[in-house]
């Protein structure tokens, strides 16, 4: 005689029907899961959105792809200068379409504020500083708009009310050096 209880096999394949059920909706919930667009709409749901103040919620690849001609001029608001040759903006491009995004200047590199040595810290200070003077004057614009190599900002030259080209006025000032794409030299001395 076995020391284990009988056991009906009939009794045990004979589940009530709501217990054999849920497997079915675990697959099928599975199944139509992987087949929906879950970034799409996940993006949505208020508990899942970024905050506002971290800035991720850009729209660079929109600002350039919609920009139409390179001499159009698009007013922006200026939220924040980040360094020397890089600010934050609110950009108009149409009649209540406002899209935020990083807009770095064509065509110079400005020392950065992530600084290498102290002299680089002292430029890239007082290139920040600059900007955000030239940037002051108002009615600042941007034109001849493209994408940048690093995702959420713009290139693009930028004009103020009484600066034509804000490039040009940071390479005069010795704030920036020219920069056409590729390797960039170090600031500090011996580099």
Request: with cysteine.
């Amino acid at each position: 005689m076995s020391p284990y209880p009988r056991t009906n096999p009939v009794r045990i394949s004979r589940l009530p029907w709501r217990s054999r059920l849920w497997p079915w909706v675990f697959v099928l919930g599975v199944a139509a899961g992987t087949m929906l667009p879950a970034r799409h709409w996940l993006l949505h749901l208020p508990w899942l959105q970024p905050p506002a103040s971290l800035g991720i919620d850009n729209d660079s690849e929109t600002v350039w792809r919609r920009a139409g001609n390179p001499t159009t001029r698009h007013p922006v608001d200026v939220l924040y200068t980040i360094d020397g040759d890089t600010f934050d903006a609110r950009v108009h491009l149409w009649p209540g379409t406002d899209l935020r995004t990083r807009v770095r200047l064509r065509g110079i590199d400005a020392p950065e504020l992530k600084a290498q040595c102290a002299c680089e810290l002292r430029m890239a200070e007082a290139a920040a500083d600059e900007l955000r003077r030239l940037l002051a004057e108002g009615e600042v614009a941007i034109y001849n708009i493209g994408p940048d190599k690093y995702q959420g900002r713009v290139v693009a030259d930028v004009a103020t009310k009484r600066t034509a080209n804000v490039s040009n006025a940071l390479l005069d000032g010795g704030y920036a050096r020219a920069y056409g794409g590729g390797h960039r030299d170090g600031w500090c001395d011996g580099r």
